[in-house]
């Protein structure tokens, strides 16, 4: 008699245990069901706003609700980090990342975060080359040639970073290290200026993303020596790169999009899936093109892979040349 008790228990716990998988997918599958939002650490028309609306557009055309980019700049882009590890792990609050963040983890020595451990990546999505300017003043049309005034020169070469910290502050560092050359860092707050200056040759070589220098250099208002990546860019196709001339030197910037650690798998591999989707659209390519941008399509552990090995590069090079957050 014990025995239809003893199995309509059995079913009932067999189906409570399921409960928390068949809720998982559930959520999964209606996500999203309302607008998400796309936190960013820097201002609007920043490069990383720009990416990150691109990305919310595509994103709003594959899950059928708006992706609206909310700007929090402040403290190196950390402002906008926190908001995003603060927030709850549901999939609606995202953040744009950014090479930034793996610069922060070591230039700064207190954060109010740990970003490997507090965001999870979602997906990389594009990674965007600096180039090597100078100003025609500079008698060298090759590294090689720059690299050997100055040696000839050492502390009268003055070198434009966009700020302390930034991608093109640390290429040039890492630069320096890596051709032996000593090259005085002059900081301005951003790239704008320090362009202008570079024009006017009161400094001598810069390190800038790629599309902001691209019309200069087509024009001849500056000259290319070198790009940033490992291979030549479709843009620019007769500058060589760095790495021809100072073996195994690499720098970029790249983005990508996170979200708050425990968010719940289903609904990264959800992103991660449009994401890559919109990545693969041949629409898309054109529009990352103009800001001189090749495609990543990451898995989310890739990009955690990279993220790693961004932080563990970019702290030698942070460390080695003592480098403090203003």
Not at 150 to 159: I, R
Not at 193 to 222: C, H, N, W
Not at 237 to 253: C, H, K, L, Q
Not at 308 to 320: F, S
């Amino acid at each position: 008699m014990k025995l239809p008790h003893r199995r309509k228990f059995l079913h009932l716990a067999a189906g409570a245990a399921a409960l928390p998988a068949v809720s998982r997918v559930a959520r999964a599958q209606a996500y999203p069901s309302k607008p998400v939002r796309i936190v960013v650490g820097s201002a609007a028309g920043s490069s990383p706003d720009i990416i990150a609306r691109l990305s919310g557009h595509w994103l709003a055309e594959r899950l059928g609700q708006p992706f609206v980019i909310d700007n929090r700049p402040g403290a190196g882009s950390n402002v906008g980090a926190e908001a995003v590890v603060r927030a709850p792990p549901d999939g609606y609050t995202l953040l744009q990342v950014a090479a930034t963040y793996a610069v922060n983890a070591t230039l700064y020595e207190k954060l109010n975060y740990n970003f490997i451990r507090d965001i999870a990546p979602v997906a990389g999505t594009v990674r965007t080359p600096l180039c090597m300017v100078v100003s025609p003043s500079v008698p060298a049309n090759t590294v090689a040639e720059f690299v050997a005034f100055a040696k000839g020169n050492p502390g009268k070469l003055n070198m434009a970073s966009s700020g302390i910290g930034t991608t093109p502050h640390l290429a040039g560092e890492l630069f320096k290290m890596m051709a032996g050359v000593d090259l005085t860092a002059v900081h301005y707050r951003g790239g704008g200026p320090g362009l202008i200056d570079l024009l006017g040759g009161q400094v001598q070589v810069m390190f800038p993303g790629t599309a902001a220098v691209i019309e200069y250099i087509r024009s001849g208002k500056l000259r290319a020596l070198g790009v940033t990546t490992s291979t030549r860019l479709e843009e620019l196709p007769d500058v060589p790169t760095i790495s021809d001339f100072v073996p195994g030197y690499e720098a970029s910037t790249w983005y990508g999009v996170g979200a708050p650690k425990n968010t719940p798998t289903e609904i990264i591999e959800n992103l991660n899936r449009a994401i890559n989707a919109a990545l693969a659209d041949p629409k898309i390519k054109p529009q990352l093109a103009k800001l001189g941008g090749t495609l990543l399509a990451l898995s989310p552990a890739d990009f955690r892979k990279l993220i790693a090995e961004e932080t563990e590069k970019w702290g030698k090079v942070i460390r080695a040349a003592n480098i403090k957050a203003a």
